[in-house]
């Protein structure tokens, strides 16, 4: 069992923007269609970036419907990786364990 958090508070749908749809098309395109499920690590990046670093239930869902997956699938890899965040980040209290979750937030600052 993961120890990650998982927010209570859920939003009860997700899609992805116009921009990461096309960023998900592109993505695929380097998989072989048998192999697309391998896509599931940049499609949670691109989720999480687009929810302010966070990635709700919704948005497994989705990437499993992407990806032909079963959400299960989808949600092991994002408890299983510390990169991913399943309820909202404390921006005052965030423990930055990962070059990803740095360049993030440096970027979250300079746009304030």
Request: charged fraction near 25%; glycine fraction near 2%; aromatic fraction near 10%.
């Amino acid at each position: 069992m993961s120890g990650k958090h998982v927010a209570k508070d859920q939003p009860a749908t997700f899609e992805f923007n116009a921009v990461n749809q096309k960023r998900i098309q592109e993505i695929l395109k380097k998989y072989p269609t048998e192999r697309k499920k391998s896509a599931v690590m940049p499609l949670l990046d691109l989720a999480q970036r687009q929810h302010d670093n966070w990635i709700p239930n919704a948005a497994i869902k989705k990437i499993g419907e992407i990806l032909e997956v079963p959400y299960i699938k989808v949600y092991e890899v994002a408890t299983f990786y510390t990169m991913y965040n399943l309820a909202p980040v404390d921006r005052k209290s965030t423990r930055l364990n990962s070059s990803h979750q740095i360049i993030s937030y440096a970027v979250f600052c300079l746009k304030k």
